[in-house]
């Protein structure tokens, strides 16, 4: 076989899949396992290449990136052949950029690109105003010519004033990609100022978590302050968005708001972030498990909690501290509820199905003697595409429910 790199336009190499292999490629959905590719078609394949993919019998299955680290070692890219990945690239950037066109509004600050669910495994982009945050994921996306043409695209569909990478150490080091930092890959700009159902942030793109906010939960603040009322806590509040949508609500329905986050940093944001608004909010730097506990015994009570805690389950052999923290949780939370008041209770654990996520937080309400009506059972915003062969692409789960006694 001959070796060629990502941005080769030479003869693609060629993988067999094993019939488990084949079969999930069948059901559409984009990943195969190393464990189901041939060890010996495999063995002439350069890092980050383009591969022709073939089940057992020969028959061609598409076209699909190869790592020779990761162990999801196929993410197919086309169904057909690819001539030239560089400009496959460009295109599906530019289509990513106009299928928000229709769906994103009321926001300067979107996910332009989610990997698998737009076709371009293994690259994240967000747009933040006039600054743009990229995340390179695998080895065929580290490729230069790639890398080229993903800022190009950028440039000319966008005209930023600044392209940004988001580093995942961890992530580099699986696909044993050399070492990077996070920084400005173009332009001046690495922070500017956003705005999501007319509440203002401050971001700044090589500071935060993820690609420095969470985009996925944009349409939830603004269904959370639908909602929302009286004495409000936003538990695990990051950089205060939920705070701040309930805060700002037009009617006031919210006399008081409180945000609690165990970073210092976060909450230092939280505060920029208040000031851009206007307003003043009190923020308590805490572990938010010790604080519901502490608030729980002494009957403190709220009429409307936020529970948007980090994923508790990184995988399946975490789910059953998974299921234990998102119960405890959620039972704290409705103890302290008021009749009538709201808990919107959210999960970005993958592994924590939507129906296991349901009957841990109606396990709870059981434990803690309430009746709770489910208002809305949400996702992600419409930015984060869910694919429905794909089901890691649905991660987010938020429910907002009514409680009484």
Not at 37 to 54: I, K, L
Not at 151 to 174: A, C, F, H, N, W
Not at 290 to 295: A, C, K, T, V, W
Request: hydrophobic fraction near 40%.
């Amino acid at each position: 076989m001959t070796k060629r790199t990502a941005a080769s336009k030479s003869v693609a190499a060629t993988v067999k899949l094993t019939a488990r292999g084949a079969q999930r490629l069948l059901t559409r959905h984009p990943w195969v396992y190393r464990s189901d590719v041939d060890a010996g078609a495999a063995n002439d394949v350069a890092p980050g290449s383009v591969v022709r993919v073939q089940d057992q019998r020969g028959k061609f299955l598409g076209s699909a990136l190869y790592s020779s680290s990761s162990q999801i070692a196929i993410r197919m890219i086309s169904h057909g052949p690819v001539e030239d990945l560089p400009t496959l690239i460009a295109d599906r950037i530019r289509a990513s950029i106009e299928y928000r066109k229709e769906l994103v509004h009321q926001t300067n600050a979107y996910r332009l690109v989610f990997s698998e669910a737009d076709f371009l495994p293994g690259l994240i982009i967000d747009r933040y105003n006039d600054v743009v945050s990229v995340q390179i994921l695998t080895q065929a996306m580290d490729g230069a010519a790639v890398r080229r043409a993903i800022i190009e695209t950028l440039k000319k569909e966008l005209q930023p004033s600044g392209i940004v990478e988001r580093v995942e150490p961890r992530i580099r080091d699986l696909e044993q990609l050399p070492p990077r930092q996070s920084g400005l890959l173009w332009g001046e700009k690495t922070g500017t100022e956003v705005e999501m159902n007319g509440v203002k942030f401050v971001y700044d793109g090589l500071e935060g978590q993820k690609t420095g906010a969470f985009l996925d939960q944009r349409e939830n603040y603004a269904a959370a302050a639908r909602y929302a009322h009286g004495d409000a806590l936003d538990a695990f509040c990051y950089q205060g968005a939920f705070a701040l949508h309930l805060a700002l609500q037009r009617d006031d329905r919210c006399s008081s708001v409180m945000g609690v986050d165990s970073s210092r940093s976060a909450l230092e944001m939280a505060d920029r972030n208040t000031a851009l608004n206007g307003r003043e909010l009190e923020w308590i730097e805490a572990n938010a498990f010790d604080l519901l506990r502490d608030y729980s015994t002494a009957n403190r009570r709220f009429d409307t909690i936020i529970l948007d805690p980090p994923a508790f389950a990184k995988s399946k052999r975490d789910l059953e501290k998974a299921y234990a923290g998102y119960k405890e949780l959620n039972l704290r939370a409705m103890k302290m509820l008021r009749p009538g008041g709201i808990l919107v209770t959210c999960s970005c654990s993958f592994h924590v199905s939507p129906a296991d996520f349901i009957k841990v937080v109606a396990d709870a309400a059981q434990d803690a003697h309430k009746s709770m009506r489910m208002i809305e059972s949400r996702g992600a915003a419409k930015d984060h595409p869910v694919l429905l062969n794909v089901p890691e692409t649905r991660y987010l789960q938020c429910l907002i429910l009514s409680a009484s006694d």
